[in-house]
Every structure is written in structure tokens, then in C-alpha cells.
């Protein structure tokens, strides 16, 4: 495939020219990384001197956002995004994306397709990844084609989605302007199931929305009555399918391998796993907010309504902006009992065993700490569709004490205005005397390694080593000696040493 | 059957020196329930309004259907002692009334929780025995449980009608079986002496044993007899019981009593010559039909028969002669009355065990006096179903005080810790209530010494509580059960649709509450599990949670799961090494298997990390030849902090080493919990840091880099030192004829079970076979030993060790590698195992 067409040049130089941006960023993923120089001189070539562009690679976070911090770096208006995008919405800079153009052989695929048709007796929905976008009007045509011949069955229909736009502006007041169409959207929405994605009342039917992607069903129809079709690999964008529609069947297409893959042991599997997760975090007393964007919409709003959430589920919460989590920078927190990772769609799901506390997504934080909230079997993925439904859930208020599948029995959590209603009066410093008196009782190893903290300060005390401790016997001030200079990594008195003594140091 | 009103059982309540709350335990199939019924039948209280409604204490089909006892029932009887009969009572009393709170437990080990459950609020204990099969396994169990608790038995030896209709046993001989029964029964009670209890063994002669036919419903002490007798040979009762049992002969030619058999054909031992063969004489008359030579005996003895019973033939009339004569009711219940304490004398050592808290605070003397004005103390062992679907009865027993309908308690919850707000609630009893058969009365209160369900608790008693007065905020809760087995048998359950999981999920918290045993978890694969005692005590779980707890909705149940663990067989071959992500640090360990019972001790709780580490260290050097420095340098155990696993210390002069100890450890507890082979708990290794190297700057030893490094080199020196499988293994005991063995040796053979003991009983064509049996080959082992015994062998399997499997995890191929990967597939973790070279790195 061409280069020029393979990264939109034309494109791209319509976008930059028609909104005169003058400072654009481009922004690539590792593995299109070598690419960049040819791509930048292709546009530079044809938008001459006046508009500068930026190259801007290895993201903090995950490469299919719009790494919006990086861009500020350099003043840009606009940034463009080459690979596998997220298609979340961005907070403050327009984004072009250009997905780049995957092989496809669109007879086999269309083959593949009335085979399902034709094997399964359900309607489908063609969802694909965004890299194959480009030939879904060949697809279309090759299929319509191939159903005339065969004269199947007309009743049954193939449907496609659609790519939203290659095109994202940040809304100016996004977040009251979103609480806004939220609200509209339950009070259209309410009688009917809320099944992920954006949802909106279309006088034709429901609309959905994920990861780029958007589609219609028309009225009196469900979405668990299509076999969904994924044109593309096994990646996190099929997995978000898998999750929001886990009543669907689902049939993979790998267009690499040219072959038909069904997930169903899979899809149940990671359902089930997220499911023991949300368990796990009901155990929870430490929950640490992994800030995993800064960039997508309402990233703020999220956070703030996850501390809120942890807090009135009488537990701790920590922020942590780590950039991509890995496990030796989580190991750094071993106080927290779980992590809540606040970022798009696609970088949330992180499961690792390698993790030692596990990391979930907003939507199964919502879950697991809303007393008496049971899981009913949707899954949200984005969290800009939770801020709407946390505000709205009621509490039960059941007293009874929880049961906890992981210790497999009944668990008391913590009331919490037991955290921040301080008793007062006169009893007060009895009170306070007699916590202190308790927090002794407990045994250290049982809140360094049964998750029994209910706080960092408690973690902190009870471990072994706390640091260096001021030395108050001898109270007058030591003589300052210098301190070594240079890098952890070689500081200048070791280079020095390891050139006296070869072979000293491995 | 005895017919009262609420009002009228409320009123005995009061008089706690005429109460008796004692359970029935035994063997399974040793006649607890039949015999259970003969007293019911008897004497048991029922409401007025359902008199002659039949068979009490198995409530539920499936126990009617299965011919066992699942679930303990509690049951009250009534008994009016004579005054004649209570002239040699010594304790107190008031009156001649005697209100019985009788429980009767299943004898399946499965079900042993049941019984410990029954036995925390009884003070007395029934154990029955078989006169043939004698003490067996589950009876020593129970007995062993009882007398823990502190409470006292009295035997009676049942089954007597077999020895006079099936086997035709002579006098001199049932005598030998009689007194080999008691005397193991005692051998048990002797090793338990207590001096606040007494003697807890039992004596024909002082009327602690019965003799008894539950299913033709007779029974007799020797007071029964001595008092025929006592008269006839003027000498008084106490000195004729003692004539009636041991080395006592007695001559009727000559008409004198002798310690020694002289030899002569007419000189029989007492009990022979005055119990045995009169009661043998007339069921051979009455099975004969001898009905002219029947009358006058019966006259002799006093026995009235009514006109109708007098048409009665054979079998039928030797039950209703011997039920006339001998009624099992009265020979029990005076038994019990005589020689069981009341609550009030029973709580005066039991509070002890009982109580948790200072032995002389205001609770525990209430507890100890047994006092209905003191502070309500009131212990919930278990909870029972309600009619309407999802609500539970909270029934226990009270200790002290009253509790009444309306009052407001303070419920301490098993994990509550004195002076904090841990699991600990203040609610109100909506109503109390007492059974009454299988009816239920309100009741205005229930003082102490009694038991009570309660309604509006189930909330917030999750299975057992202790209750208090609202205002008694320094007490102290009742201790926890100890339970004799432990959940080993597992099962994965789904629904069948998707959407009932909130069913599924209410249902296992129903039955997690609904059994003292069964364990409801979670595998990480996001799979449900439950967890019981064996594979029986499953099954019914299972019905329970389908029928009663999800109403109906299918479930799916996987095939029994059992969990393994992982160990190593040798030391590890070399000294591993694994660095930090950064690379700036690098951590040395080995690991070698622990000396053998070492990690019993762990589980046991001898050596543990709470310990003195001058006596931990006393006790590694001395039993299992640790060096007397290196037990002081025990870094922790794990998993969860008190497994069977640790970690030593043996680097010398490593810097920063006290800085990283915790990550480290915390690796460890992580690594522990989840092994390199299959992510199962590990068992009986030994972690041995030999050396650390550490970044000289703090901020790049941290626990970031030091834990996912402690967990990588666990792994890696675990798989150097030849990692083993371990897999659970029963203790089965089986008892059967001779002609039956062939058929269970081949059983066991074909399941990999070998046996280790097998003994005959003696006197009785029975033998008793001990066996090893892995968990793994158990499901379905009952049945096929059935089948290939014709239905004579019927085993009960016990959890007994961890059992090491020699084939290598690491060969593919092999068993235990096989095994492996299904456990893999099943945890849906990839099928083959991460490579050492993963965990360790080249320096």
C-alpha cells in the first residue's frame, strides 16, 4: 500500500489548512515510530514553512490517546494521531486521527460473513477495528453482491457500523454540557436497558457508541438478537466489545489469518474474572486511584467522584499518577489493598498476575462499593458514561453485614462516619485513647500482609523498618560532609573507582 | 406423648435444678434416632393441637428417605419422677417434674459440625453404642468433642435385641461384649480426667450405663432391676447394683454370693442370673407363643397387659411385653435425671470453656450460678431455616439472665474484639420462640438454662453470636465452636442463566449461614465454590442451596475439586539468583523441604509466629535438630502469615537488610499463596535467604523493586529444589463381615488406597479396616463400595494429611504434570508453566 495513502497525507493537510492551525503535533506509537520522518516531510512538503510540526512519540500512558500534555509541551493547536486509537474524547486540543490502512482480503471476508449469515439465522452487525475502516465500502459491496447470487434469505440483514469521524474537538464546557445531555439521556432512556457506549434516543431506534465506532438499531429490535461480527485482531478495542455486550454472540474475523474465531469460553472467562475482581475490592480498605490520563474528558470529574465514592464506602483512598502502571512501580504502594485505574476505555482492563494488588476499572469501582449494588450482568466500559450514573444510585441501607466470597464468610466493613465523625464532648479524649489503645492490640504482621490497614499511616507504623529515625541522644548538629554528585545509575565517585579497579564491579 | 399448652412448658422453665439439656451421640446407624423416637414417643411435648403427629426429630425428606440424621433437632420432653424413685436423688430439685431439652445429632462425619453445634448447648451426653459393632470411629469423635466441652456422658449399650434374637448369645458371653464396650468407651473418658467435672467414666453398677433395644423400645439400668431384687434379698439398692455387675456369682443352690465362679453348673454371674436370663426367658416365651406359661411370669413381675395386647403374637407381642415391663422412656430419662447435672450444676464448670473473658467478672459468675436475674449471657450455635424462605431462626441457649421478646441485645459476632466496634451490633429480638415438635410457640421470655430461637436476628448473626443485655458493654463474648473436620471437598456451581446469579449469590450466603460448616468462596478465576466436609455433607448443601435457597433455579455443579499443595522434595540444586527490574539489586535464596512434622507443628500451632522465640527456638532445636541460632532468625511464615511455610535469614553482614525484610516478606506471602506449579499453596518449604545485594541509595531498594524480586527467586529456588505435589488423603474406616473384605480390598486397590491396619472385633464376626485413601479418588468411593460389598462396607472418611505424589510436575507427561496442567486449565492460566529462566537471572 502506498505511503501517501496509507497515512492520509491529503487528509491531513485539508484538516491543518482548513482550521490554520500553525503548531501541530504528531503523535505516533512506538511501532510506527520509523515512519515519522517520512511522514513529517510529506507534510511538511506539502504545508510549507508556516505551519510547524512536532514529532512526539512514547506516551506516558497509553499510545491510543491523545497524549494532550506532551502537545502543550510544545504550544501545539492541534495534534495528530497515527495507529490504533481509543477515540476518546479529548479535554482541550483538537485531534486528527489517521488509523492507518490494514490488508484485508475483502472476498474472503465477505464469504466469511454470509456464511455466518447464512449458519447462524441472525441478523449481524459488522463491527471491525479502525485500521480495516477503510475497506468496509468494498466490503459492502462485495457482500450485497454475494447475497444476490445466493438468493438467501432477505429477512435476515447485515448492518454496519460506522467510524464516528476521524475528526475530535474538545467541547468547551464539556462536562456541564455532558451532565446536561446525561440527564436527558435517563429520562429517555429509563424504561429500557442501558447497554454501554453512548446511548441515544434516535426516533429510528437505539443508537450505541464504542471505541470509534457507532451504530443504529432500529425499534423493537435488541441488541442480543445480532451476532456481532469483529473484522480484526484479538486487542483491548475487542475486548471492550466482548465486555459491553456479553449477552451477544460474538464471531471474530481475523483478517490476517483469514479465518472465523469464536470467543465464547473466553468472553465468559474475562467476565468472570473481572466479576471475582469486583469481589475482591469489596475487601478492600486501601484503594489506590491510578491517574492513568490526562487527557481524556472528564478525567478530573472521575477522580473526584471515585474519592468520593471510596470515601463513603468507608475506605481510603490514595491518587497515584504513575503513568503506565507496571508491577514494580505498584509494588511501591504495597499499602493499598486495590488499585482503580481512571483512564480510557482501552488501557483500563490491566490484569496482570504480576500485579500485587489488582487493578480495576471506575465502572467495577462503582460496583463493588456501592453497598447492595448487585451486578446484573451490563459492563461499562468508558467511565464519561458512569459520572451521569453514580448520582443516581440508591443506597439501601441494609445493616446487615456483607459476605465476602474471598473469605468466604461475613465480613463487617468499616461504618464510615467511624473515619470522620470525631465524638465530641467530654467523652472525646476517652475515645481517642481508647482507638490508640486498640491500634496496639493489633498484631504488625497482620496489617503488613492481610490487608487489615485502614490506612497508610496504620501500614506505616506497623512495619518493621520506617527509615531513619532522628537520633536525639546526642542533639548537637553533626559537621556536613559533602555528598556525592552525579546520576543513581554512576555516581562520579563510582566511575572514578570502577576505572582504579577494573573488573571490581560486575 | 404429653400434651401442654406454651403456658405450661414456660412454667418448668423456671426451675433450673429440673432441667436436662443433653444431646444423643453415636456411630452412625447406632440407633440414636429410633432410639431418640421411643422417648418421644414417650414423653415428648407437643402442642396440643398436633398430638399424633408421628416421628419427631428427622424433619426433613431427604433424612427420611436416606435413613440418617443430617441436621440436629432439638426436641423437649417432660418426665414425672415418682417420689419413691427419687428418694436416693441428692441434687437439688423442685418438685417431681423434669423438663428434657433433648437433642438428637447426626452420627455421619460428614456432618460432625452438627454435632458440635449440639453439644455447645447441652451439658449432658447420650452415647449410644452398638453391642456389636462396639465403639467406633465416629463414636470416639464425639466423645473425645463432648468431654473437650466438658460434658458428661452416660452410655447405653444398644441394639440388645440382636444379642437375644440374632445372634443367641448365651449369658456369660453378651456379659464379656457388654463389659469390653464399657470398658473402651472409659478407656476414651479416662484421658480426659478433670477435676472440676469428676469421674467421667461410666458404671453399670452406679445406673451411668443403660441397657437398651431402641427399636423394640425397651431399656433397663441395673437400678431397674436392684429394686426388684433389693427387696427379695434384703440388702439395700446401691449394695445390689454392685452385686448385679462384675465378679459377682451367685449359686441359687446354695443361695450365696461369691466373687469367683465355684465351678458349679448352677453358679452364674449376677447380671446373668438376675437380668440377662430373665429377660431372655420371657422373649423366648413370647416368641414361642408360650402364652400359658407367659401370664404367670409377667404376674410375678407385675407387668399388667392390656386385654387387647393380650391377642398379640410372636414379635409383636414379645415388643409390647418387654415395653410394658422395661420402658426404654423411664430407664433413660431417670438415667439422665439421676445422672446428667442440670444447667445450674453443669454451668458451675463449664464457664470455664465457656467464657471468654475474666473468670471473675459479673458474667461469669451469672453464667456460673446459672443466674435468671443476672445480665443475659446467650449463646446462638446455630441457625435454622425459617418457613418463609430466606429467614433464619437463631437458636441457642441461654447461659444467664432471660432473654425475652422485644428486649434489646448486644451481639457480639465471632470476630469481636472486646472494647472495639468490630462486629458488633445492637438490635432487638422480635419475638422468642420455643419448639414444640415440630411447632414453634411464642413465649414472653426464656430464662436461663434453656434453649431459644429467636426471630429478627438472622441479619446480623452470621453463624454464631453471643448475646447480651444492650447496656453490658464490658462483656465478654462465649468462645468459638472448634469443629473436628474441615470443608475439603470443593465444587464449582454457575447458574444455568446468566441472569440468576443474584439468586446464586443470595442463595451461597443463605447456606453459608444455614450450615456451621459449609464455606462459600471465590477462585481467581471468578468461579463460586463451595466447600464441604465430605462428599455427602456436599450433596445435601447443594439440594439445599437449589431448592430451599434459590428457589429452584438450575445451577450447575462442576466436578469435585480438590485443592493440592506444593513442596519440595530436596534442597535446591544450586543458589539462585534473581535482580531487581532495575537491576540494582539482587536477592539469593534456596529452598529445601522441611524436617518432617514441622509443618504439623505449624498447622497445629505449636511453632507459629506469635510465639516466645525462646521457646520456638527450644523446640525446633530439640525436636527437629535446628540449630538453636538460626531458629531466632525465622523471618516470618506464610501464607497469610501463619502457614506452613518460612523464611530464614542466613546472610551474614548484609547491609540494609532490616530495610528490605518487610518487601520480602511480602513477596513471600504472595509467592506462598500461589506456587510456581500450578498457583496452589505451598507446604512444608523452607526459604533460605543466603545473600542480598542492595542499591546504595534507599529510593532504588524500595518495596517496588524488592517484592516482585522476592516473589521471581521464591519461584525460581522452588523449582531448583525438585517441587513435588502434595495431595489430600483420607483416613477411611470401614466396617464389615469377613466375607465382605475381598470386595473392599479390591476397591481400595483400584482407587490407590492402601490399607494400613485392619483388626477383627472382637467376639463379633465384624473386622475394622483403617485405610489411606487420596480425596481425589474418594467421589464415588462410598457407592462402589457398596456395590462391591452387596451393601455390607459403608466407610467414613476423615481428612488425615498431605500426602506427596513421587512423580516430577516438571516432566510432562507424568501424573502429577498431568495434573498440573489441569489444575492450570481449570484456573485458566496458561497451560504451561513459566520457565525457571523467567524467575532466575545470570549474573
Not at chain 2, 414417650?42 to 402442642?47: H, L
Not at chain 2, 530495610?659 to 520480602?664: G, H, N, Q
Request: glycine residues 8%.
Amino acid at each position: 500500500m502506498d505511503f501517501e495513502s496509507k497515512y492520509e497525507i491529503s487528509s491531513t493537510v485539508d484538516f491543518i489548512r482548513g482550521r490554520t492551525f500553525t503548531r501541530v503535533a504528531l503523535q505516533f506509537p512506538d511501532e510506527l515510530l520509523k515512519d515519522s520522518p517520512l511522514v513529517a516531510k510529506a507534510l511538511r512538503s506539502e504545508l510549507g514553512k508556516a505551519v510547524r510540526l512536532y514529532v512526539m512519540a512514547d506516551a506516558a500512558y497509553g499510545s491510543c490517546c491523545v497524549d494532550e500534555i506532551g502537545a502543550s509541551h510544545v504550544d501545539a493547536e492541534c495534534v495528530v494521531h497515527y495507529g490504533h486509537a481509543c477515540m476518546s474524547r479529548t479535554s482541550t486540543l483538537p485531534a486528527k486521527f489517521v488509523f492507518g490502512k490494514a490488508s484485508i482480503d475483502v472476498k474472503d471476508c465477505a464469504k466469511s460473513l454470509s456464511h455466518c449469515l447464512s449458519s447462524f439465522n441472525k441478523p449481524i452487525m459488522v463491527l471491525y477495528g479502525l485500521e480495516y475502516a477503510h475497506a468496509l465500502v468494498n466490503l459492502k459491496a462485495e457482500v450485497a453482491e454475494s447475497l444476490l447470487s445466493s438468493h438467501s434469505n432477505s429477512s435476515l440483514k447485515i448492518s454496519y457500523a460506522e467510524v464516528v469521524g476521524t475528526v475530535i474537538y474538545p467541547s468547551v464546557d464539556h462536562l456541564t454540557e455532558k451532565a446536561q445531555v446525561s440527564s436527558q439521556y435517563d429520562s429517555l432512556t429509563k424504561t429500557r436497558i442501558t447497554v454501554g457506549g453512548d446511548e441515544r434516543e434516535i426516533k429510528s431506534g437505539t443508537y450505541y457508541g464504542l471505541g470509534g465506532l457507532s451504530w443504529n438499531i432500529p425499534t423493537g429490535h435488541k441488541i442480543e438478537d445480532y451476532l456481532l461480527f469483529w473484522i480484526g485482531p484479538e486487542n483491548t478495542a475487542f475486548t471492550n466489545i466482548m465486555l459491553t455486550f456479553n449477552n451477544c454472540k460474538i464471531i471474530r474475523y481475523d483478517a490476517d489469518k483469514k479465518c472465523l474465531l469464536e470467543h465464547l469460553s473466553n468472553q465468559t472467562r474475562i467476565l468472570r474474572r473481572r466479576y471475582y475482581l469486583v469481589e475482591k475490592a469489596k475487601d478492600a480498605n486501601i484503594v489506590g486511584i491510578l491517574v492513568g490520563t490526562l487527557g481524556v474528558a472528564g478525567y478530573l470529574h472521575i477522580i473526584e467522584q471515585m474519592k468520593e465514592l471510596i470515601k463513603s464506602a468507608g475506605k481510603k483512598s490514595y491518587t497515584l499518577v504513575m503513568g503506565r502502571p507496571n508491577p514494580a512501580k505498584l509494588a511501591n504502594f504495597p499499602e493499598c489493598d486495590i488499585f482503580v485505574s481512571v483512564s480510557c476505555a482501552q488501557t483500563a482492563l490491566l490484569d496482570s498476575k504480576d500485579f500485587l494488588a489488582p487493578v480495576i476499572t471506575p465502572f467495577e469501582a462503582v460496583l463493588a462499593f456501592t453497598r447492595g449494588r448487585q451486578w446484573t450482568g451490563e459492563y461499562v466500559v468508558n467511565f464519561q458514561d458512569l459520572i451521569a450514573s453514580i448520582g443516581s444510585e440508591v443506597n439501601e441501607g441494609t445493616e446487615e453485614a456483607r459476605f465476602s466470597f474471598i473469605k468466604g464468610g461475613y465480613v463487617e466493613d468499616i461504618k464510615p462516619q467511624e473515619n470522620d465523625k470525631e465524638e465530641e464532648g467530654s467523652l472525646a479524649l476517652a475515645a481517642a485513647t481508647d482507638k490508640a489503645l486498640s491500634l496496639q492490640n493489633q498484631d504488625p504482621t497482620s496489617i503488613l500482609f492481610k490487608r487489615n490497614a485502614t490506612s497508610g499511616t496504620m501500614f506505616f507504623a506497623a512495619r518493621t523498618y520506617q527509615g531513619l529515625n532522628m537520633q536525639y541522644e546526642n542533639p548537637a548538629p553533626q559537621s556536613y560532609v559533602i555528598g556525592r554528585s552525579g546520576r543513581a545509575a554512576g555516581y562520579l565517585d563510582e566511575e572514578r573507582k570502577a576505572e582504579d579497579l577494573p573488573g571490581a564491579v560486575e | 406423648m404429653v400434651k401442654f399448652t406454651a403456658e405450661e412448658l414456660r412454667k418448668i422453665m423456671d426451675l433450673k435444678h429440673n432441667i436436662r439439656n443433653m444431646s444423643v451421640i453415636a456411630h452412625v446407624d447406632h440407633g440414636k434416632s429410633t432410639l431418640t423416637d421411643s422417648l418421644v414417643a414417650a414423653a415428648g411435648i407437643i402442642a396440643q393441637e398436633v398430638a399424633g403427629d408421628v416421628r419427631m426429630t428427622d424433619t426433613r425428606q431427604d433424612e427420611a428417605e436416606r435413613g440418617i440424621t443430617i441436621k440436629s433437632t432439638g426436641i423437649s420432653l417432660y418426665y414425672e419422677m415418682s417420689d419413691e424413685s427419687l428418694k436416693n436423688f441428692k441434687g437439688e430439685r423442685v418438685g417431681n417434674e423434669y423438663l428434657i431439652n433433648l437433642i438428637d445429632s447426626p452420627g455421619h462425619v460428614d456432618f460432625s459440625s452438627e454435632v458440635t453445634a449440639a453439644l455447645r448447648i447441652t451439658d449432658g451426653a447420650l452415647v449410644v453404642v452398638d453391642c456389636v459393632e462396639g465403639v467406633c470411629v465416629q463414636t470416639e469423635t464425639v466423645l473425645r468433642q463432648a468431654l473437650g466441652e466438658r460434658i458428661r456422658p452416660v452410655l447405653t449399650v444398644n441394639k440388645m435385641d440382636r444379642c437375644f434374637l440374632e445372634l443367641q448369645v448365651d449369658g456369660e458371653e453378651a456379659y464379656q461384649t457388654f463389659q469390653r464396650v464399657i470398658e473402651n468407651a472409659n478407656v476414651i473418658m479416662a484421658t480426659y480426667e478433670d477435676p472440676l467435672l469428676g469421674d467421667v467414666q461410666v458404671y453399670p453398677e452406679k445406673g451411668t450405663v443403660a441397657f437398651s433395644a431402641g427399636l423394640h423400645g425397651w431399656a433397663f439400668t441395673l437400678t431397674n432391676f436392684a429394686k426388684m431384687y433389693a427387696a427379695k434379698f434384703g440388702v439395700d439398692e446401691s449394695k445390689m447394683m454392685e452385686r448385679l455387675w462384675g465378679e459377682n456369682y451367685f449359686d441359687p443352690a446354695t443361695k450365696k454370693w461369691t466373687t469367683k465362679s465355684t465351678g458349679s453348673a448352677t453358679c452364674k454371674r449376677g447380671f446373668v442370673q438376675f437380668c440377662y436370663e430373665p429377660i431372655k426367658q420371657i422373649i423366648n416365651t413370647c416368641m414361642n407363643d408360650q402364652k400359658d406359661k407367659l401370664w404367670p411370669m409377667l404376674q410375678k413381675l407385675g407387668v399388667v397387659m392390656k386385654s387387647d395386647e393380650k391377642d398379640l403374637m410372636g414379635k409383636a407381642l414379645m415388643k409390647r411385653v418387654m415395653q410394658t415391663w422395661l420402658p426404654a422412656s423411664s430407664a433413660l430419662l431417670e438415667m439422665m435425671i439421676f445422672h446428667l447435672p442440670s444447667p445450674a450444676k453443669a454451668q458451675r464448670y463449664r464457664v470455664e470453656n465457656l467464657y471468654e473473658g475474666p473468670l471473675d467478672d459479673v458474667y461469669a459468675n451469672a453464667i456460673r450460678n446459672c443466674d435468671p436475674d443476672g445480665p443475659l449471657m446467650l449463646y446462638v450455635s446455630k441457625m435454622i431455616p425459617a418457613s418463609d424462605k430466606g429467614r433464619f431462626f437463631a437458636f441457642g441457649r441461654v447461659f444467664s439472665g432471660r432473654v425475652c421478646t422485644g428486649l434489646k441485645v448486644r451481639i457480639m459476632g465471632p470476630n469481636y474484639v472486646p472494647g472495639q466496634k468490630k462486629d458488633l451490633y445492637v438490635k432487638s429480638v422480635q419475638r422468642t420462640v420455643i419448639w414444640m415438635g415440630k411447632k414453634q410457640e411464642s413465649v414472653e421470655d426464656v430464662p436461663c438454662g434453656n434453649t431459644v430461637a429467636m426471630v429478627g436476628l438472622d441479619q446480623f448473626i452470621t453463624k454464631n453470636a453471643t448475646l447480651t443485655n444492650e447496656k453490658e458493654v464490658d462483656a465478654h463474648p462465649i468462645r468459638a465452636m472448634k469443629f473436628s473436620v474441615s470443608p475439603v471437598v470443593r465444587v464449582a456451581v454457575q447458574c444455568k442463566v446468566a441472569s440468576d446469579l443474584p439468586k446464586l449469590v443470595e442463595g451461597l450466603k443463605r447456606l453459608a449461614k444455614s450450615d456451621p460448616m459449609v464455606v462459600c468462596t471465590m477462585e481467581e478465576s471468578g468461579e463460586h465454590i463451595v466447600a464441604g466436609a465430605g462428599e455427602l455433607h456436599l450433596e445435601i448443601c447443594l439440594k439445599d442451596l437449589q431448592e430451599d435457597f434459590m428457589g429452584g433455579a438450575e445451577i450447575i455443579v462442576s466436578d469435585p475439586v480438590v485443592s493440592f499443595r506444593e513442596t519440595v522434595l530436596e534442597k535446591s540444586c544450586r543458589t539462585v539468583m534473581s535482580k531487581s527490574p532495575n537491576k540494582h539489586n539482587r536477592l539469593y535464596m534456596e529452598a529445601r523441604p522441611m524436617e518432617d512434622g514441622l509443618a504439623e507443628a505449624i498447622d497445629d500451632g505449636r511453632i507459629g509466629p506469635r510465639d516466645d522465640p525462646k521457646v520456638r527456638s527450644k523446640i525446633l532445636s530439640e525436636e527437629f535438630g535446628w540449630d538453636k541460632d538460626l531458629a531466632k532468625k525465622i523471618w516470618c511464615f506464610g501464607p497469610e502469615t501463619t502457614g506452613p511455610n518460612m523464611v530464614v535469614d542466613m546472610c551474614k553482614g548484609v547491609q540494609y537488610l532490616n530495610e528490605i525484610k518487610d518487601s520480602v516478606v511480602a513477596g513471600f506471602q504472595w509467592a506462598s499463596k500461589e506456587g510456581a506449579l500450578a498457583e496452589e499453596n505451598m507446604r512444608a518449604i523452607c526459604f533460605e535467604v543466603c545473600d542480598v545485594v542492595l542499591h546504595a541509595d534507599a529510593i532504588h531498594r524500595g518495596g517496588g523493586q524488592v517484592i516482585p524480586t522476592a516473589r521471581r527467586v521464591i519461584y525460581a529456588s522452588q523449582l531448583t529444589a525438585k517441587p513435588r505435589l502434595l495431595e489430600p488423603v483420607y483416613l477411611v474406616e470401614i466396617q464389615a463381615p469377613e466375607q465382605a473384605l475381598g470386595g473392599i480390598y479390591g476397591v481400595l486397590n483400584q482407587k490407590r488406597g492402601h490399607v494400613f491396619e485392619e483388626m477383627q472385633r472382637p467376639g463379633t464376626p465384624l473386622y475394622n479396616i483403617k485405610a489411606y485413601l487420596p480425596v481425589i479418588e474418594s467421589f464415588g468411593f462410598s457407592s462402589t463400595l457398596r456395590a462391591a460389598t452387596s451393601g455390607q462396607a459403608f466407610p467414613q472418611c476423615v481428612f488425615d494429611h498431605w500426602d506427596m505424589m513421587s512423580s516430577d510436575p516438571l516432566e510432562p507427561g507424568s501424573q502429577a504434570g498431568q495434573l498440573v496442567s489441569d489444575i492450570r486449565k481449570r484456573k485458566g492460566l496458561k497451560e504451561q508453566m513459566t520457565p525457571l529462566s523467567e524467575f532466575e537471572d545470570k549474573l
